[in-house]
């Protein structure tokens, strides 16, 4: 069986109606891949919850060691982690009772998808969170 992202209509709704975003295994170095994709999304007046134990504050944001230490609700949960880590990130992103759960571009995993589905939560893999977002919501996000 192999998973099928949702519908780009799907993702749309997902990214219109999202505040907050974890983001799990982001960096605190400029120059990597988390931190450009994370500081654009907050630019696009995402909240961004860095969830990095390594880190203190990044991109002005106080870093959490796990998703289950955030305070707040989640909408979604972005990760930067190998494949092979993600079916605990999406057991943790299901325990926290995020909205979704959003693999980054070449990170797929099924069991983190049947994990984070079987607890209701939306799933997409293998896709850039900023490129889907520039490409569905290029005015920004609806004002709420």
Known sequence: MSYENPSREQIKELLSG??????VGLSDKPDRVSYGVSQAMQAKGYRIIPVNPGADRILGETCYAALGDIPERVDIVNVFRR????PEVA????AIGAGALWLQLGIYNEEAAR????AGLQVIMDRCIKVEDSILLPEGKPKT
């Not at 494949?83 to 993600?86: F, G, K, L, N, P």
């Not at 994990?115 to 079987?118: K, R, V």
């Open 18 to 23: 999202a505040a907050t975003i974890a983001v």
């Open 83 to 86: 494949s092979e880590y993600t």
């Open 91 to 94: 057991a943790e992103a299901a």
């Open 115 to 118: 994990i984070a589905s079987a």
